[in-house]
T-cell receptor, first 112, second 114 residues
C-alpha cells in the first residue's frame, strides 16, 4: 500500500527566503508525482507534475525534483512571498492503485 | 487540461438531511473521483465513478451513505445522505486525463452539518 509522508508539517519563514518542502513515498512504482497548493477552505491547484521518467520540473519560482529510486521528491520555492502562504500537498499516482495517494501536507506561512 | 465546476461551493445543513453535490467538466473524461477532506486532514478518496457502471467505493465508504451518479462523460453527482456533524468536510470532485494521468480538481464544496 502506497504511503506518502510530508515533512515538515508546518513551516514559517520571512519573506524573501528560499525554502524546500519534502515528500517521501513507500512504493517506487509510480506513474507520476504532483505538487498541489491549497488555500484555506478552497480546492486544489496543481503546481507541478513530474512524470516517472523525469527528474525535475520548473515553473516560475517553483522547482520540483523526483528521485524515484529513493522514493523522494522536493519542492523548492525561491524568493518566497506572503502570497505563497498556503498548504502544499504532494500526491503520487501509483500503477498498482491507479489512484492518487496524498501526503498530509505542509502548511507554509511567509511573513512579510 | 480540464476545467471543473462544482456546486454548491458551500452549504450548512441540518443533521439527518441529505445534500447532493454536482460536478461538471468541460470535456469528456473517463474517470471521475470524489474525495473528502476532513478538517485539518489530507484528502481521502471516497469513490471512483466511471460512466456506465457502478461507482467503486474505497474501504470505509458505502453506497447507501454516499450514492454517486455518473449519467454521462462530463457530469457526476455525490450525495451525502443522512448527515451528521462528522460529515462536515470539504468534498472535492476530480478528473484524470487519459494522457499523462494528470489529475485536476474542482474548487470543492465546504459542508457544515449542525
Amino acid at each position: 500500500k502506497q504511503e506518502v509522508t510530508q515533512i515538515p508539517a508546518a513551516l514559517s519563514v520571512p519573506e524573501g527566503e528560499n525554502l524546500v518542502l519534502n515528500c517521501s513515498f513507500t512504493d517506487s512504482a509510480i506513474y507520476n508525482l504532483q505538487w498541489f497548493r491549497q488555500d484555506p477552505g478552497k480546492g486544489l491547484t496543481s503546481l507541478l507534475l513530474i512524470q516517472s521518467s523525469q527528474r525535475e520540473q520548473t515553473s516560475g519560482r517553483l522547482n520540483a525534483s523526483l528521485d524515484k529510486s529513493s522514493g523522494r521528491s522536493t519542492l523548492y520555492i525561491a524568493a518566497s512571498q506572503p502570497g505563497d502562504s498556503a498548504t502544499y500537498l504532494c500526491a503520487v499516482y501509483s500503477g498498482s492503485a491507479r489512484q492518487l495517494t496524498f501526503g498530509s501536507g505542509t502548511q507554509l506561512t511567509v511573513l512579510p | 487540461s480540464a476545467v471543473i465546476s462544482q456546486k454548491p461551493s458551500r452549504d450548512i445543513c441540518q443533521r439527518g438531511t441529505s445534500l447532493t453535490i454536482q460536478c461538471q467538466v468541460d470535456s469528456q473524461v473517463t474517470m471521475m473521483f470524489w474525495y473528502r477532506q476532513q478538517p485539518g486532514q489530507s484528502l481521502t478518496l471516497i469513490a471512483t465513478a466511471n460512466q456506465g457502471s457502478e461507482a467503486t467505493y474505497e474501504s470505509g465508504f458505502v453506497i447507501d451513505k454516499f450514492p454517486i451518479s455518473r449519467p454521462n462523460l462530463t457530469f457526476s453527482t455525490l450525495t451525502v445522505s443522512n448527515m451528521s456533524p462528522e460529515d462536515s468536510s470539504i468534498y472535492l470532485c476530480s478528473v484524470t486525463t487519459q494522457t499523462k494521468n494528470i489529475q485536476y480538481f474542482g474548487a470543492g464544496t465546504r459542508l457544515s452539518v449542525l
